[in-house]
């Protein structure tokens, strides 16, 4: 019967569907999975196997499937309204969602704006810091910086300031043009000496290209903390402090992607708290809404807001807006998810399952391909090389990510790799007991497709 099922969805799947991010040659020719409900941190596919979900749906679940509040705070407001623009309308989740945001955000962030993905987040960041200095009558700042390797969204603005050529190079001509800088990278740094001396050698480069170009920056937009999507690299301490100082003294605004890291992925509500930094311009999603409905935000100062005040016949307006944006349904499940932050007092659950992570993590070094493991809170990369020694990466024909991520399914664990980058990103409210699991699954996994048998 489950098996019956199975192969209806299955054939379906191929015939209808077109997955993101996915050579569907390769994927056809396989059998997918199929989840068919969720509880807590695991998943159950249509045939009746369960997974431990690793990768958090993706990097935004934040309590794990099926929570009971989250359930409830739809269906709640579901009996009320579902739908009603905010496009001259407001609704009452929209705005207590936003007076909440404020409240947690870093100080000095007053104004959301709303959106529905990670990307679109982004893409309002851009318009908004380009429309700011248009504004305030400075044209001439019309330019990006950004990191090399750095992802963003899959807009055209969002790849305007991504770097992963893997992904973006295909639609280059397509895009407007953005500097590119070094994301400080310790295990494959191009610098050599002291942490310290890194640091300064990558704030360095940003200083110099500000002294020469600062006149018609824009922005510069980071990942702060950690750059997910290049393979979970951690910046060291102080580097966000430093680009911060350089941005307010070079009067460059600053974007911080926190799309990934925001909503206690790093240990803080937000990876900007790490450093003690505002940005001019915070960006935000997937664990807005505890990873149930698709709501962004997009949050910046007082200071930005008033450049876009003005009568209608000076064009000051921002032009932006969604049919979603704002969606009573998305932003009360965002609410209740904020209250289960408080109830469940997640935050400080996030830094003990992180210390317990990285001590469990240890031991992983002791497999002869494991070179890197980079960690900040619960976003966890796992970097696999061909020889520890010289670092020499795997090959990307031996596909070693893809194949541990295969055995770990295989074991009851859903993870995704970036390359030859394993991904370790389970819900942050994971248990020691589940998460203890996960990593056994892990090891085994990475055990099983590497070491020699
Ligand atoms: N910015 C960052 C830093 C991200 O990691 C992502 C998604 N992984 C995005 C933006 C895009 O988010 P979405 O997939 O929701 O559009």
Not at 124 to 153: C, D, L, P, S
Not at 199 to 217: C, G, Q
């Amino acid at each position: 019967m489950e098996n019956e099922l199975y192969q209806e969805l299955s054939l379906k799947n191929k015939q209808y569907v077109w997955h993101p991010f996915t050579q569907m040659q390769d994927y056809i020719n396989e059998e997918p999975l199929i989840i068919s409900h969720g509880k807590d941190r695991k998943l159950f596919d249509v045939l009746g196997n369960e997974y431990y979900d690793g990768v958090s749906s993706i990097w935004l679940n934040v309590h794990g499937h099926n929570i009971k509040e989250l359930n409830e705070a739809i269906n709640e407001q579901l009996n009320k309204v579902a739908h009603s623009t905010l496009l001259g309308m407001a609704n009452i989740p929209a705005i207590l969602l936003a007076e909440r945001l404020v409240n947690i955000a870093p100080d000095g962030l007053e104004k959301v704006f709303y959106s529905d993905s990670g990307a679109t987040a982004v893409e309002i960041a851009i318009k908004m810091a380009y429309q700011y200095w248009r504004n305030i009558g400075k044209n001439e700042k019309n330019t990006f910086v950004t990191m090399k390797e750095a992802y963003h969204g899959d807009t055209i603005g969002a790849v305007s300031v991504g770097a992963i050529d893997l992904f973006h190079q295909a639609y280059s001509d397509l895009l407007f043009p953005s500097i590119k800088l070094s994301y400080p990278h310790l295990y494959r740094s191009k610098y050599e000496g002291t942490r310290k001396d890194v640091t300064k050698a990558y704030l360095n480069e940003v200083e110099n290209l500000f002294i020469e170009k600062a006149d018609s920056i824009a922005a510069l937009i980071i990942e702060p903390i950690v750059q997910g999507a290049s393979g979970i690299i951690v910046m060291p301490p102080g580097y966000l402090k430093g680009l911060d100082a350089l941005c307010k003294k070079y009067e460059v605004l600053l974007i911080a992607d926190e799309v990934a890291t925001g909503f206690g992925r790093t240990g803080k509500m937000f990876a900007c708290e790490q450093e003690g930094i505002t940005p001019d311009i915070l960006t935000c999603g997937k664990g807005l809404t505890g990873g149930y409905l698709p709501v962004s935000a997009t949050l910046t100062t007082n200071t930005i807001y008033e450049a876009f005040l003005g009568t209608y016949e000076e064009q000051k307006t921002f032009f932006h807006g969604h049919s979603y944006t704002g969606n009573p349904l998305g932003c009360a499940v965002a609410l209740a998810n904020l209250d289960l932050f408080e109830k469940k007092q997640l935050i400080n659950h996030v830094e003990e399952i992180s210390s317990f992570i990285e001590e469990s993590l240890r031991t992983f070094y002791d497999l002869q391909h494991v070179g890197d493991i980079r960690q900040s809170g619960v976003m966890i990369g796992i970097e696999l090389v061909l020889c520890k020694e010289t670092k020499e990466p795997f090959h990307w024909n031996d596909r070693v990510g893809v194949r541990v991520t295969k055995r770990a399914k295989e074991l009851g664990l859903l993870t995704r790799p970036l390359g030859n980058v394993i991904v370790f990103m389970p819900p942050l409210a994971s248990t020691k007991s589940e998460l203890e699991e996960m990593l056994n699954i892990l090891y085994k996994a990475i055990s099983d497709c590497t070491e020699k048998q």
